[in-house]
């Protein structure tokens, strides 16, 4: 990653891997103020494994007070001073030229960045998480426990009371620009969850259409199950569908033994692996239905079984009244 601080505004400034300087806020991802820059002032890039700059204006841009060759690419080095303008607020100091990286940058003090892996970031502590930030097809994903959105590069994310910057590293052509993705069909789907005898083991597989889908032994198997579990008892007791299976999560944490940031963790990443093996739909989103301080397994269809004997399934089968 690479860092531009300007002393004079107190700001600093991530580098895109072709990052653009000027007057014209349409042209520009950093916009310069200062009366003598261009509107297209200058660009940044990186480039066979180094950053360079190329002056693109009238009055010239400055490197330790030199001014550059229209045009031509120069490398920039660690603590040069870039002066795209007269002003003190038209310099810039060179922080640090690492090679770009996908991270979210803070957009006030303390300055911070935060890298990302591209399968798993439970922000903004991985012990407390809001959100879980992960890729999906080459495409970013922010889930919030109320809903999730496609990150394009430069949107603003809210974690933790503070605001962070989505910094795509590398090939920004490829970024999905659309803010909420829309949700596409999928076939009928439903799941088979098998819980052991001792309610040690959880095992989940996903019934696409005709197709089986097996998603293996995982803890957050078990907290759906328990959910299942509970919309499957109202819908038994004859509860409406609008309220059948919620639970407060607090309970449900008790039910599980566990605290309430560890269920949000395995929210998080139940939903995260439903959506990787199905992509085309962000259905999974729904996956868990929430309100005040409540949830509840989405609307989808579920078989539970225990120790290997059917333990019951959703909806209920019509029962013959004759």
């Known amino acids: 990653m690479a860092i531009l601080f300007n002393p004079s505004l107190g700001q600093q400034v991530m580098l895109r891997s072709l990052h653009t300087w000027g007057r014209h806020p349409a042209s520009c991802r950093t916009v310069l103020q200062s009366s003598d820059v261009s509107k297209l002032h200058a660009l940044i890039r990186w480039h066979h494994g180094q950053w360079e700059i190329s002056d693109q204006s009238r009055n010239g841009t400055q490197l330790d007070g030199e001014r550059l060759p229209v045009g031509q690419w120069v490398r920039l080095t660690q603590d040069t001073v870039i002066g795209f303008g007269q002003d003190a607020a038209a310099r810039w100091k060179v922080l640090q030229l690492d090679a770009p990286v996908t991270c979210l940058f803070s957009r006030g003090e303390p300055f911070e960045v935060l890298p990302l892996n591209a399968q798993e970031n439970l922000l903004p502590d991985a012990g407390s998480p809001e959100a879980n930030l992960y890729s999906v097809e080459g495409r970013w994903l922010l889930d919030r426990l109320d809903g999730s959105d496609f990150l394009a590069d430069g949107d603003l994310v809210r974690l933790g009371g503070r605001s962070w910057e989505f910094v795509l590293g590398a090939d920004l052509d490829a970024t999905l620009e659309t803010k909420r993705a829309s949700l596409l069909p999928l076939p009928e789907l439903c799941f088979d969850f098998k819980v052991s005898q001792n309610e040690e083991h959880a095992n989940?597989?996903?019934?696409?259409g005709p197709r089986m889908i097996p998603l293996g032994e995982r803890i957050h198997h078990y907290t759906l199950a328990t959910l299942a579990r509970r919309r499957l008892e109202d819908a038994h007791q004859?509860?409406?569908?609008?309220?059948?299976?919620?639970?407060?999560?607090?309970t449900l944490a008790r039910m599980l033994g566990v605290d309430v940031p560890y269920v949000n963790i395995q929210i998080f990443r139940a939903r995260q692996q439903i959506l990787r093996v199905l992509p085309q739909s962000l259905e999974s989103a729904a996956l868990l239905e929430r309100r005040r301080g409540e949830l509840r397994f989405g609307p989808f269809a579920f078989r539970i079984s225990k120790g290997g004997r059917e333990e019951g399934q959703y909806p209920l089968a019509a029962r013959n009244t004759v």
Do not use: K, M, N
């Open 238 to 250: 004859g509860i409406d569908e609008p309220s059948q299976g919620w639970v407060a999560v607090d």
């Open 204 to 208: 989940l597989d996903l019934q696409v």
